[in-house]
Nanobody, 124 residues
Framework: QVQLVESGGGSVQAGGSLRLSCAAS????????MAWFRQVSGNEREGVAA???????EYADSVKGRFTISRDNAKNTLYLQMNSLQPEDTGMYYC??????????????????WGQGTQVTVSS
């Protein structure tokens, strides 16, 4: 059974940093594509960053240069380091995964498994 448990969310002021973690279990973590999505209530889920099994990342334009996605295959854990946070980064952040191959790594329909989310709130 695939399980994804996010942690590390919280409230920060603009310009601050947070590090999200996702503890994964129930699947071969090192071989599956992983990603972070975020959603503001009522809006579509937005792909933030993805990393493939080779560790190659891809980022949404809105977070390039500020966010870093990484994975520790020995610990079955996914991370998202978020720097220079802005109010528009506020939202529920989800850890997601899927075993398939796709070019659409930042589209929500490319992911079958989702965690429960962790809230990030950035105040101005």
């Amino acid at each position: 059974q695939v399980q994804l448990v996010e942690s590390g969310g919280g409230s920060v002021q603009a310009g601050g940093s947070l590090r999200l973690s996702c503890a994964a279990s129930g699947f071969p973590f090192s071989t599956w594509r992983m990603a972070w999505f975020r959603q503001v209530s009522g809006n579509e889920r937005e792909g933030v960053a993805a990393v493939d099994s080779d560790g190659i990342p891809e980022y949404a334009d809105s977070v390039k240069g500020r966010f870093t996605i990484s994975r520790d295959n020995a610990k079955n854990t996914l991370y998202l380091q978020m720097n220079s946070l802005q109010p528009e980064d506020t939202g529920m952040y989800y850890c997601v995964t899927d075993p398939g191959r796709t070019a659409w790594v930042l589209r929500y329909w490319s992911y079958q498994y989702w965690g429960q989310g962790t809230q990030v709130t950035v105040s101005s």
